[in-house]
């Protein structure tokens, strides 16, 4: 392999956030920019380099044809053996996963900015994922890049761990039940070529049950981001269908939104709640037992509840997905999730959205009621965690910054537990306050600073921080959460409305952010 010396200076900013790197389209493009992440990405495995294989592949953004070139020669310079690569340089996030873990790589480079809108004037990110699994052998200085199909690992990993027949029939009527029609919604992402191999060929559902299967560079100037807001042609579409279930991903396809008929919502916490109550209707969780749960810090509790019943381990991590690999690895967790539409289990060490379509499919299919009963009966066995989240978009940083900074005086002052705030006719009594600080129960690293906390003595509960995905600006999340034993029945916003108000008054957010109403309401 033949290779050159390129001099080149630093860049602003070119640290990982939460999920790698992510800017916009135009500063990749910058010349060196993406050499400069790649090397130092590269450098950072040290010795390990040589010779070892690695994993490519990203959601076919704008920029992955030229950013898949970049890295394959550099790569060869820095003495990989073998790259395997996505064709087109397409692999969803979790596809990846699967690849690294079936081949024992030492790692990929997955090239998405997942749900952030994509094109010429979109955004791009990077982000390295480390094995979890052993080293290579080297032989010799031969380069190899394979190209492998992107789907067809993949569903045989999920074929391993669902019951295909029992789903088919749910979707295909065979067992004389009416079939239950869904609607799959791929947003133009990279999930289309799997949605379409898994659910029309493997699993029978009619070719128009999903749509915008082809992964465009732009996603056809669809938002890839499987909420409310930005997924609402999937919720229409179903509200007018009457299919019974719905499901959307994000542009890397490690994003789920499930819907019921009428567009009936499963919030994201619930959504995780639910499966961890229902985790005996998949083989895979049957066969290899279930070793504990997880969700991020900000997302709801209502998972807390199910591990407390079933008396499982019950871990509360940072944002974002890599703390849940350690737990998994340590064999301590199999199912975990986050507010932020991700599910996921130790299958892959990624969150996974088709994953999460058919864990939902599973069990409706076990359950043989509707999206709606299946929530509405872990309500009435559990109660119910409202939860709702508030993203004010691309902010202006100073004032963010500033606003978190006040924030950590009140949670740092003594005299704020104890303080009761009211609104709406309801109050609230501080019982804790904090930053959040997780101390990682495998290797006892500690991450500081992932999150205001407001805790009140009924367990509701309010959070704040700052995005760590976004590629300019700062975007601010505020999380609410109130418990209700009985009264499960009401709408999430109409419950929370109290609790809102008393944290947008406590947190001055207008003052700060200059919004009288956020970007997004989740
Ligand atoms: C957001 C979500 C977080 C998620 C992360 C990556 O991070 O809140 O839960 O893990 O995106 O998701 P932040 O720092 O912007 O809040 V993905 O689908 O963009 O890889
Ligand atoms: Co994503």
Redesign the pocket.
Known sequence: VLSSKVSTTPFEGQKP???GLRKKVTEFQKPHYTENFVQSTLSALGDKIDGCTLVVGGDGRFFTKEAVAIIIKMAAANGVKRLIVGQHGVLS?PAVSCLIRKHQTMGGIILTA??NPGGPDGDFGIKFNCANGVLSEVDGRLFIVDVVDSVDDYVHLMRQIFDFDAIRQLLTGSDGNEPLRIRVDCLNGVTGPYARRVFCEELGAPADAVVHSQPLADFGGLHPDPNLTYAKPLVEAVKQGGQGFGAAF?G?G??NMIIGEGAFFVNPSDSLAVLANNLDCIPYFRRLGVRGLAR?MPTGCALDRVAAAKKLECFEVP???KFFGNLMDAGRLSLCG???F?TGSDHVRE?DGIWAALAWLSVIAQRQQSVQQILEAHWDQYGRNFFTRYDYENCESAPCEKMMSELNQLVADPSTVGKTFSSGGKSYTVSKADNFCYTDPVDNSVTKNQGIRLIFSDGSRVVF?L????SSGA?V?MYVESYEKDDTRMDAQAALAPLVDIAITVSKLKEYTGRSEPTVIT
Do not use: A, I, V
Request: net charge negative.
């Open positions: 956030g939460t999920s996030t997942s749900h994000d890397d490690d994003r991020s944002t974002g997905w986050e507010e932020s991700g969150k921080r995005s760590g995905t976004g975007t999340r």
